[in-house]
């Protein structure tokens, strides 16, 4: 069992920062890829970046490639996003999540553990 509680979420202009993280309890960390999704209002949830066990293959989704960066710190049991460059349209709940990585890091199904998410709201 895995319990991930995300933090870092908030109120940013247009162009600015950001760094989420995602704690997760346990001593299983390091057996995990981690990803992080997100939904805004009236979308459904999709896919924003994944990390496998290592830390040594990432991926994205278009829309985030080259601001926005996955990383992890197997020591610290946590799992961070730092996004840049924020645009109004990233504004929605974002969700981190552990599972087996089995398969394509950025399937909702390949994950078995979600946070309760945090949310980020980019203004104009």
């Keep these: ?3 991930l509680v995300e933090s870092g979420g908030g109120l940013v202009q247009a162009g600015g920062s950001l760094r989420l993280s995602c704690a997760a309890s346990g001593r ?12 805004a209002p009236g979308k ?3 896919f ?5 066990w290592s830390g040594g293959s ?6 985030v490639k080259g601001r926005f960066t996955i990383s992890r710190d197997n020591a610290k049991n946590t799992v961070y996003l730092q996004m840049n460059s924020l645009k109004p349209e990233d504004t929605a709940v ?7 990585g089995a398969g394509s890091l950025s399937a909702e199904y390949e994950y078995d553990y979600w ?9 104009s």
């Design 28 to 39: 299983t960390f390091s057996s995990y890829a981690m990803g992080w999704f997100r939904q």
């Design 94 to 100: 974002y969700y981190c999540a552990a599972g087996y």
């Design 58 to 63: 990432t991926d994205y989704a278009d829309s």
């Design 48 to 52: 924003v970046a994944a990390i496998n």
């Design 1 to 3: 069992q895995v319990q």
């Design 44 to 46: 459904e949830r999709e």
């Design 115 to 123: 946070g309760q998410g945090t949310q980020v709201t980019v203004s």
